[in-house]
């Protein structure tokens, strides 16, 4: 069964830095676009980040500047580096295909930003 898990989420104080990670299951994601999505209390989940196969990412205006993905083929893992935390950064994040399959959305990580 093909699995996305995300970890790395935690509680931090605004302006803080947090850096998450989705390890797949298998390496079938290894040439394929990948997406950053995140889903606030009450809101539809968004896209945060898009990551091309060659590592070229894409990033939604309200964290252009602040986040930063990654991707490491060789070990079926994305990474999501979040800088300058603001509350407004406070969801649940997932990782999955660019554009979207349902088949693959795992628990996420939650992460809240808050003094």
């Known amino acids: 069964q093909v699995q996305l898990v995300e970890s790395g989420g935690g509680l931090v104080q605004p302006g803080g830095s947090l850096r998450l990670s989705c390890v797949a299951s298998?390496?079938?994601?290894?040439?394929?676009?990948m997406g950053w999505y995140r889903q606030a209390p009450g809101n539809q989940r968004v896209l945060v980040a898009t990551?091309?196969?060659?590592?070229?990412?894409n990033y939604a205006d309200f964290v252009k500047g602040r986040f930063t993905a990654s991707r490491d083929n060789a070990k079926n893992t994305l990474y999501l580096q979040m800088n300058s935390l603001k509350p407004e950064d406070t969801a649940v994040y997932y990782c999955?295909?660019?554009?979207?399959?349902?088949?693959?959305w795992g628990q996420g990580t939650q992460v809240t930003v808050s003094s």
């Open positions: 999955n295909t660019d554009p979207v399959s349902d088949n693959y």
């Open positions: 990551i091309f196969s060659g590592g070229r990412t």
């Open positions: 298998t390496s079938i994601f290894r040439f394929a676009t």
